[in-house]
């Protein structure tokens, strides 16, 4: 199948994208199309107009601003990917990235878009969640939201359709940081099954820990964040982990509640692993 017809945009600047998603009803951003191809392709999208924003050089910014990293939400996966080493503090980032489908994928896809898509098996979701991330948005009043509050459900989030992501704030973490991220996926490159993301800093006091894919929305698994940042290891057994996960998310089937106890187990083991 092939996508219904569309007019065509390649936005210069921002400012020329947003007039374009303002002026036009139905109007569509295309970053890496990663998502959005196969969605045209099947028809599953039939947008006005199709704004290009692949090549704006104000996405495209890789910033360390202090205490975070300023990520561009037209950085690809692979660009995150091949940071390995030269993110301190952002080292998760460069993680989550390599891990994400093919290279050929990564080549293309882009934080920004990944986000905004929010499809609940992605990784950058969850990841960015547990991070404790904030999304920057332009539109008619610019404007700052975490993560775990951008997104709202599958495939929904608080981007109105005269805004546009322009970049995510990544607080980094301090050298005593420790983080751990896992997913269970039918083969290696296929979207997850199951996920988690667990990131403690006794430095600044950071403990979260979030499971992802099976749900709408990254699930807080607040309690028992923090008493794993209280009482270590110990705190992380089998019989804590699915009482966290019964008081969180306790419509789990069995299937479901096995795989989630599981991603969250081995995120924290890789956050105690030397």
């Known amino acids: 199948m092939k996508a219904a ?3 065509y945009l390649r936005a210069g600047h921002v400012a020329e994208a947003l007039a374009a998603l303002a002026n036009t009803e139905g109007a569509k951003l295309l970053a890496g199309g990663q998502s959005l191809g196969p969605m045209l392709n099947l ?4 947008p006005a107009l199709l704004v290009d924003v692949s090549r704006l050089e104000a996405l495209q910014q890789l910033e360390d601003v202090g205490r975070a990293w300023r990520v561009g939400a037209g950085v690809s996966h692979a660009r995150l990917e091949d940071m390995s080493g030269r993110l301190p503090g952002g080292e998760m980032l460069c993680e989550v990235a390599a891990a994400i489908a093919y290279r050929s994928v990564r080549n293309r896809g882009t934080i920004g878009g990944s986000l905004a898509h929010a499809d609940p098996a992605a990784d950058w979701p969850v990841a960015l969640a547990a991070l404790g991330a904030s999304v920057n948005i332009r539109g008619p009043t610019p404007r700052s939201t975490l993560v775990e509050r951008f997104i709202e459900g599958a495939f929904t989030t608080t981007l109105a359709a005269s805004e546009i992501i322009e970049t995510i704030d990544v ?3 301090s050298r005593g940081g420790r983080y751990g991220f896992y997913k269970f ?5 296929e979207f997850a099954e ?3 993301a667990a990131v403690f800093d006794p430095e600044t006091g950071v403990a979260r820990i979030f499971l992802g894919s099976l749900r709408g929305v990254p699930q807080p698994l607040t309690s028992l964040a923090q008493d794993v940042a209280k009482h270590g290891r110990s705190a992380a057994s089998p019989e804590a982990v699915t009482q966290a996960l019964t008081q969180t998310v306790g419509d789990l089937d069995a299937v479901e509640r096995a795989m989630a106890a599981a991603a969250v187990t081995r995120a924290l083991m890789r956050v105690f692993a030397p």
């Open 171 to 173: 607080p980094k973490l």
């Open 5 to 7: 017809r569309f007019d």
């Open 194 to 196: 199951a996920s988690a």
């Open 43 to 46: 028809r599953l999208v039939r």
């Open 185 to 189: 996926c039918r083969k290696t490159g």
